[in-house]
């Protein structure tokens, strides 16, 4: 069987500036993910491998590159799922763990499936997981956002379109095996211990090697109801090929208003990418393709 893979870094009105940056980020982050796939590694690996590349990178709303909270700290939220058997990790709320989706996938790998706040600090220490001081998370770029605005959360319309809080990858891997993460750092100016999709379970992601494997961004008030992620891949479970089926999924947002994006790779290592917003930052390599496609353009 075929590899195939797929990252996002948020589906928002990305600044013309800050677009190429974006695209690139994306494109690293396949090839990490990449890397472990052709190495015959598993698809929860290269997940793993691909968003923590994301989280560093500094670009992205998610780990190095979080909007901050009204307090003006960073809280980060993750969560991974593997296609084979269903486990599942997630944190919310952590500060101070650069790679929340590492914290995240060690989680999976306990008996526990959600861990939150200063309790999922502490599992991390336990863990040997790298810990900072929170204040090395803050980045410049976001502080003075944060400032210009009084640390409050955006006003409406900023706000309608800028909340392209997330970063996520799917991916298959030889032995047909599905697996997605997503990490956050959230709305910029959220209340101290807002959450939203990104770590739910069947809202955020999902994975199944019956279905798909489904990252999905936006706005996770208006996600979380519809159960977004798994909707998608109950699609592809129907039989619709990936790309349709998140064409299909996008429809769903009607019912609340939501904006945002997906992606979607099934267990052939097809891939789907759809988004509602101006634009999605992401890059693509799906199974038998010869390069990588990438955007935003």
Same mark, same amino acid.
Do not use: K
């Given at each position: !069987?075929?590899?195939? !893979?797929? +990252?996002?870094g948020g589906a928002f009105a990305i600044p013309q500036a800050e677009r190429e940056e974006h695209r690139l980020g994306c494109r690293r982050a396949l090839e990490r993910g990449l890397e472990v796939l052709t190495r015959g590694g598993a698809s929860l690996d290269a997940v793993e491998a691909a968003v923590a590349a994301l989280e560093r990178d500094g670009a992205f709303a998610a780990g190095?590159?979080?909007?901050?909270?009204? &307090?003006?700290? %960073?809280?980060?939220?993750?969560?991974? !799922?593997?296609?084979? &058997?269903?486990?599942?990790?997630? %944190?919310?709320g952590v500060m101070g763990v650069p790679t929340a989706i590492v914290l995240a996938r060690t989680v999976l790998e306990s008996e526990y499936a959600v861990l939150v706040g200063n309790g999922a600090k502490r599992f991390a220490v336990e863990h040997g997981i790298e810990t900072c001081d929170p204040q090395e998370l803050v980045h410049e770029r976001e502080r003075n956002r944060w400032l210009s605005a009084g640390?409050? +959360? $955006?006003?409406? $319309?900023?706000?309608?379109? !800028?909340?392209?809080?997330? +970063?996520?990858?799917?991916? %298959?891997?030889?032995?047909g095996n599905v697996a997605a993460a997503t990490a956050t750092g959230g709305i910029p100016g959220k209340p101290e211990g807002r959450v939203g999709d990104s770590p739910f379970i069947g809202s955020g992601l999902y994975a199944d090697n019956a279905t798909a494997a489904v990252s999905t961004t936006g706005h996770g008030e208006l996600l979380i109801p519809l159960v977004w992620a798994k909707a998608a891949a109950d699609i592809v479970g129907s039989g619709t090929p990936p790309q349709q089926a998140a064409d299909a999924a996008l429809a769903l947002l009607a019912r609340t208003g939501a904006r945002g994006g997906l992606i979607i790779a099934d267990a052939a290592g097809q891939i789907g990418v759809a988004w509602n917003t101006p634009q999605m930052a992401f890059a693509v390599l799906a199974c038998g393709a010869d390069d990588i496609s990438d955007g935003p353009a």
């Open positions: !069987m075929g590899i195939g !893979m797929a +990252v996002h190095r590159g979080s909007g901050l909270n009204v &307090d003006g700290n %960073v809280e980060l939220d993750a969560g991974i !799922m593997d296609g084979r &058997d269903l486990r599942t990790g997630s %944190v919310a640390g409050a +959360v $955006q006003d409406s $319309q900023r706000n309608a379109l !800028m909340f392209g809080d997330t +970063v996520g990858a799917v991916a %298959v891997d030889s032995s």
